[in-house]
């Protein structure tokens, strides 16, 4: 499955044993599938439930910027998991 990242729950800086993120996907019928594929999915990561529904609340809304009648095509899923460990940093050189 194709995917984009773009945020490492590893680097997520919380106490907290989980991280819950945003899952999205497109619908069947979106003429982005040719571009992206069939399997394409995006994830954010926060570092509480309150912060994702927060920013799910604001990616489900009409933006200023949409133009009239415009609808978002995203499909949101809700989801949570065990937080992973931190990556690896190399020691400065």
């Known amino acids: ?9 590893g680097r997520i800086r919380s106490g907290g044993e989980r ?8 619908p069947e019928n979106d003429s982005f599938r ?3 594929g069939d399997d394409w999915a995006s994830f ?11 920013a799910l ?6 933006h200023e910027y949409s133009r009239l009648g415009d609808i978002p095509t995203l499909i949101y ?7 992973p460990p ?3 940093q190399r020691p400065a050189a």
């Open 86 to 88: 931190a990556p690896l």
């Open 57 to 62: 609340a604001d990616m489900r809304r009409e």
């Open 44 to 54: 954010r990561w926060y570092a509480t439930e309150a912060e994702r529904d927060e």
């Open 77 to 83: 899923e809700r989801v949570e998991r065990d937080k």
């Open 1 to 9: 499955m194709s995917s984009s990242e773009n945020t490492d729950p």
């Open 34 to 36: 040719l571009v992206l």
């Open 19 to 26: 991280v819950y993120g945003i899952r999205m996907t497109l």
